[in-house]
């Protein structure tokens, strides 16, 4: 019986790399060039926009984070995804913004530090401890490994190489020009294109979002897939919690992503 996965899919923010530092500055860059009115982010603010990290889904609604941190915005509006969505979309029009408007000036924002200071930005990107050496081991010793993202593929890559130059090639997918492709989907496509059976037995997944997985789950061309929550990414206790009772999903700590295949749990 074959241990190990015939691919691993792996997402990357929050599974593979720490992006927090980088979230933060390049939301703070974006928040004092569009937010009317910017109040100043002290960088003290960084550990409590960093620990709601897992609220957010796009990269609109970091600088409205950093604008809820910075102006005390109450507890409540920030409890959950819900909650969170309803606070940003008030905050976002007591501004009068739009959330393209943000989108566009935090991808600027990035572009622009990411061309003059390369080096500066790598370094706001922190790989998560022991998660770079058993990738390196599962690519050295023939495990098939994608990177399922909706980040930019050139700034997933530049991370990657500027680890191990062997993690350079892997291949990265989930967005296209012009459009960020559903993780089921890439992964459906994965499965094909390493001819797995029917429910993509033998596809392993490791994902941060909670949210994602469920949805990866309903997909019936993916049903038998195994999955796993990365409990050391932006997720919340009470999510992790909810793993347990969960018969599709299993928990995945980075002491048991650093032990071989056969160990991981099922
Ligand atoms: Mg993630």
Known sequence: MKTGPAVLALDFDGVLCDGRPEYFEAA?????E?????????????????AHRPLVESGWEMPVLLHAVVAGEPAAGLVDRAAWLATARRLLASARLEAETLGRALNGVRDAWFARAPDDWVRHNVFYPG????LVEAVTTGTPVAVVTTKAERFARA???AQDGRL????IVGREPGRTVAKSESLTRLAVAHRLQAGAEGLWFVEDLLETLHAVHATPALAAARLFLADWG???LEQRASVGWSAHL????LGAWAEPFAAWPR
Do not use: E, I, K, Q
């Not at 998660?131 to 058993?134: G, L, N, S, T």
């Not at 299993?250 to 700590?253: E, K």
């Open 34 to 50: 569009a937010w009317p009115g910017a109040r100043d982010v002290p960088d003290a603010a960084a550990a409590t926009f960093g």
């Open 168 to 171: 350079g090639a892997l291949p």
């Open 250 to 253: 299993r928990l995945l700590s």
């Open 28 to 32: 703070r860059r974006a928040y004092r």
């Open 159 to 161: 991370l990657l190489t």
């Open 234 to 236: 932006y997720n919340t």
């Open 131 to 134: 998660v770079v050496a058993r």
